[in-house]
Structure formats: structure tokens, C-alpha cells
T-cell receptor, first 114, second 115 residues
Framework: AQSVTQLDSQVPVFEEAPVELRCNYS??????LFWYVQYPNQGLQLLLK??????LVKGINGFEAEFNKSQTSFHLRKPSVHISDTAEYFC????????????FGSGTRLLVRP | DAGVIQSPRHEVTEMGQEVTLRCKPI?????LFWYRQTMMRGLELLIY????????DSGMPEDRFSAKMPNASFSTLKIQPSEPRDSAVYFC?????????????FGEGSRLTVL
């Protein structure tokens, strides 16, 4: 079974500052990793994913994440945030043997202030 | 292209009433998921269909919950009888499982309030 931990429930940051949202996972098998974003009153949409290959993954809206197998982490970063990035961000994991079953973290609310 | 369509967007009902939530997945997708989102428990997978067949319903809370997928373009999630603790946002998501990419396309959700 897999699990995901997002330690930060809320991250406040000023506009144009860099941000990192932390995600750690546990699994007994190889994994696929994802970040999803949820804007208010909307469903989730995929930001980026790691399936295999390069450990640095680039996604939409200028976000990127790095898969670190030794630290079992998949932190999300953006060098300069905008007000429009204010949203809830979910890290998710699935085992490669049961890839349909996404396990989501509890979410991190990114609050970008002017 | 139309995304995943859910209805109703909001539902307020009284305890004991039957609730039916509906979902139309993206055309061509062969996997459908129902998730429940609450503050306390976050996002939980309730049930997963592949090619209209329920594959994993281990997340369905109890017998009051049932889900069907009579064809590739329609699914329902029914709660009977409803209870206040069922209040949550229910999301439907679809994907094309053959790609094994894990990218789910979510609807905008149905917010259920049980009084």
C-alpha cells in the first residue's frame, strides 16, 4: 500500500517569491507520482507527473517537481508565484502495479499575497 | 471538448432521503472513478469502474452507498438513506486506463449537504 504526507497545510507567500510545497510518500513497490491543483469550487487538474526517466519534471504554469527516491520525496517548486496560483495543491501516488488507484495527500493551500 | 459533467452541482436534502449523483465521463475514456472530499478525511476513492465493470469498491463506506455504470457514458452514485455525515463534495473522474498514466480528469463536483 502507498501513503502520502503533505506536512504543510497552508503556505503563505508574497507574489513573485519562490515557493516549495513538500510531499513525502511511502511505498513497498515502485511508484508513479503526481501533483494536482484545485481552484475554488472546481475539480482537480493535473499539474505534472513522474512516471520514469528524468527525476526533474516540468509541468504547466511554470511548476516543476523533483523525484528523490532516497528521500522518498516529490517536492513541488515554482521560482516566482502569481496571485492566480492561489489554490489547493495535492500530491498523489500510485503503485506501478495498481496505477489506477491514486492515493492523495491531505493538500497544501498556497496563499499568494500581493 | 466537453469535460467530465456532474449533476447536480449542489444538493441539500434531509436525513433519510435518497440522493442520486450523476456523472458523464469524457467520451472515449474507459475508466471512471467516484471520489469523496471532506475536510476531515481529504480525498477518498469510493469506487473504480473499468469498461463499465466495478473493479474496486473497497472505498464504499457502507451498504447505504451504491454505484452503477449502465453504459460507457453514464454513472450514478446513490445514497439511501442519507445521513448528515455523508455531507461532502463528491467528484467523478475519468481516464483512459490503457495509457496507465494516472492522469484523471475531474468533474467540478457535487456538493451534498444532508441536514
Amino acid at each position: 500500500a502507498q501513503s502520502v504526507t503533505q506536512l504543510d497545510s497552508q503556505v503563505p507567500v508574497f507574489e513573485e517569491a519562490p515557493v516549495e510545497l513538500r510531499c513525502n510518500y511511502s511505498s513497498s513497490v515502485s511508484v508513479y507520482l503526481f501533483w494536482y491543483v484545485q481552484y475554488p469550487n472546481q475539480g482537480l487538474q493535473l499539474l505534472l507527473k513522474y512516471l520514469s526517466g528524468s527525476t526533474l519534471v516540468k509541468g504547466i504554469n511554470g511548476f516543476e517537481a523533483e523525484f528523490n527516491k532516497s528521500q522518498t520525496s516529490f517536492h513541488l517548486r515554482k521560482p516566482s508565484v502569481h496571485i492566480s496560483d492561489t489554490a489547493e495543491y495535492f500530491c498523489a501516488v500510485s503503485g506501478v502495479d495498481s496505477s489506477y488507484k491514486l492515493i492523495f495527500g491531505s493538500g497544501t493551500r498556497l496563499l499568494v499575497r500581493p | 471538448d466537453a469535460g467530465v459533467i456532474q449533476s447536480p452541482r449542489h444538493e441539500v436534502t434531509e436525513m433519510g432521503q435518497e440522493v442520486t449523483l450523476r456523472c458523464k465521463p469524457i467520451s472515449g475514456h474507459n475508466s471512471l472513478f467516484w471520489y469523496r472530499q471532506t475536510m476531515m478525511r481529504g480525498l477518498e476513492l469510493l469506487i473504480y469502474f473499468n469498461n463499465n465493470v466495478p473493479i474496486d469498491d473497497s472505498g464504499m463506506p457502507e451498504d447505504r452507498f451504491s454505484a452503477k455504470m449502465p453504459n460507457a457514458s453514464f454513472s450514478t452514485l446513490k445514497i439511501q438513506p442519507s445521513e448528515p455525515r455523508d455531507s461532502a463534495v463528491y467528484f467523478c473522474a475519468s481516464s483512459f486506463r490503457g495509457h496507465n498514466t494516472g492522469e484523471l480528469f475531474f468533474g467540478e463536483g457535487s456538493r451534498l449537504t444532508v441536514l
